[in-house]
């Protein structure tokens, strides 16, 4: 299990504006409306669970990165255009993981951002904006 030995504290993934129809939509977490091509950084350190173009789940969720956290908390990064980690690899926070993607299905440019926290194989969605600096 990675400790990063000092309290969590996520930022945001992208410099950019909340789409607050995403999560009246009631999805979990928010979009942020971004340029393609714009980098997109770790909102935490952690530890890189997941990187690749997603088929299975939702066509929406396009090219995806899932970081886990120290304390059972977690990341979802979708809609990228590039993917830069690979599974297993420890990023810092505010490290690059990739750049923001156009997407159709979301209609803008920008990316879909989820915190949770998993807890005994279950996964509880935090509102994102409640714990972004």
């Given amino acids: 299990v990675l400790e990063v030995g000092r309290p969590l504290e996520f930022i945001f993934p ?3 504006r909340v789409d607050p ?4 939509k009631g999805y ?9 091509g714009q980098k997109v950084r770790a909102s935490e ?4 669970k997941f990187a690749r173009k997603e088929n299975h789940l ?3 969720y396009g090219n995806m990165v899932v970081i886990e956290h120290p304390k059972g908390y977690q ?5 990228l255009g590039e993917i830069f980690v690979k599974p297993k690899q420890i990023v810092k926070r505010g490290q ?29 969605p935090i509102n994102p904006l409640e714990v972004l600096k």
């Avoid at 129809?21 to 009246?24: H, K, L, M, P």
């Avoid at 990341?75 to 809609?79: I, P």
């Fill in 14 to 16: 992208i410099d950019g």
């Fill in 21 to 24: 129809t995403v999560r009246e």
């Fill in 28 to 36: 979990p977490g928010v979009f942020i409306i971004g340029e393609p």
């Fill in 45 to 48: 350190t952690g530890i890189v």
């Fill in 58 to 60: 939702l066509k929406l």
């Fill in 75 to 79: 990341t979802v990064y979708s809609n």
């Fill in 96 to 124: 690059i993981i990739g750049t923001v993607g156009s997407s159709g299905e979301w209609g803008k440019s920008g990316i879909y951002f989820e915190i949770s926290k998993v807890y005994k194989g279950k996964i509880y």
